[in-house]
């Protein structure tokens, strides 16, 4: 009985840090979509990172959209902490059944956070609750015909990748400097440095990214529901993005 109550223990601190993590990553995204939003209908109120537009932003992502973002991501915490649980406990029983189990809660994570991209896009921009946020976006991306534009996305795999490359050059520059104070005597004690120079640059990147990201997501779904408000407030723009967009996707895109 005290091995099952310390693993439900354990469990429940594997959702409560899991449901952290998602609730700060989704709070940000959540006011980047905000923020894009007011940029794409009043320019004048997100000109810099100071803006009205922004705050407004952050003040409805903590308040108003706060309740929405706490669901969204507890139903993708639940399913990382099952998944860690069951990885867990495969390093003592490393059973076809939990393997098949591991495998599917991975399918599962993926399509409830690609789920949660989109939704919490229409929470950022128009303060729907979640589940309306998420089946009203996919029925527009459904209605526009633009569900191959939104699987051929590869906006993500970018900017992981970039922030691989930051993390790379971000750990050879602490062996640098550890080497330069004499602190790097061969390559087995260059190891240290650089892996702390690569963690650091890396997570560093991701969030910034992540930024990016959310931005162009939040374009997308606006490019779908409000493209007249884009070429009327930013007209140049959105001629290149237009000409762009006909020129990868020919047949989807109509505009």
């Known amino acids: 009985c005290e091995n099952e109550a310390n693993g439900f223990l354990v469990f429940l601190f594997l959702i409560s840090l899991f449901w952290t993590i998602q609730v700060i990553k989704n709070t940000v995204h959540t006011t980047v979509a905000g923020t894009v939003g007011t940029w794409w209908f009043a320019p004048n109120e997100a000109s810099s990172c100071c803006s009205p537009g922004v705050r407004d932003s952050l003040f409805r992502s903590v308040t ?24 867990q406990v495969r390093q ?42 998420g089946r009203n976006v996919l029925t527009l991306f459904k209605s526009r015909g633009w ?5 051929d996305d590869l906006i993500d795999k970018v900017l992981f990748m970039v922030s691989i490359g930051v993390g790379l050059i971000t750990g050879l520059i602490s062996v640098v400097i550890s080497n330069a104070r004499g602190l790097v005597f061969d390559a ?9 120079g690569l963690l650091v640059g890396y997570f560093i ?22 493209p007249n408000e884009f070429q009327t407030n930013h007209p140049e723009l959105s001629t290149k993005m237009r ?12 505009y």
């Not at 000409?243 to 109509?254: C, I, S, Y």
């Open 64 to 87: 108003f959209s706060f309740g929405s973002i706490c669901f969204g991501s507890l139903i993708v915490a639940i399913i990382q902490a099952m998944k860690e649980f069951l990885h």
């Open 92 to 133: 003592n029983d490393d059973g076809v059944l939990l393997c098949i189990a591991e495998c599917l809660l991975g399918c599962l994570e993926s399509l409830a956070e690609y789920f949660n991209t989109w939704a919490f896009c229409y929470v950022g921009l128009y303060g729907y609750t979640f589940m309306e946020a």
């Open 147 to 151: 569900t191959t534009i939104i699987t």
């Open 188 to 196: 087995a004690s260059a190891g240290g440095p650089f892996l702390f």
């Open 205 to 226: 990147a991701g969030v910034l990214m992540g930024v990016v990201g959310s931005a162009v997501n939040t374009i997308i779904v606006l490019y779908a529901e409000a």
């Open 243 to 254: 000409t762009a967009w006909r020129q990868a996707w020919p047949v989807e895109f109509r």
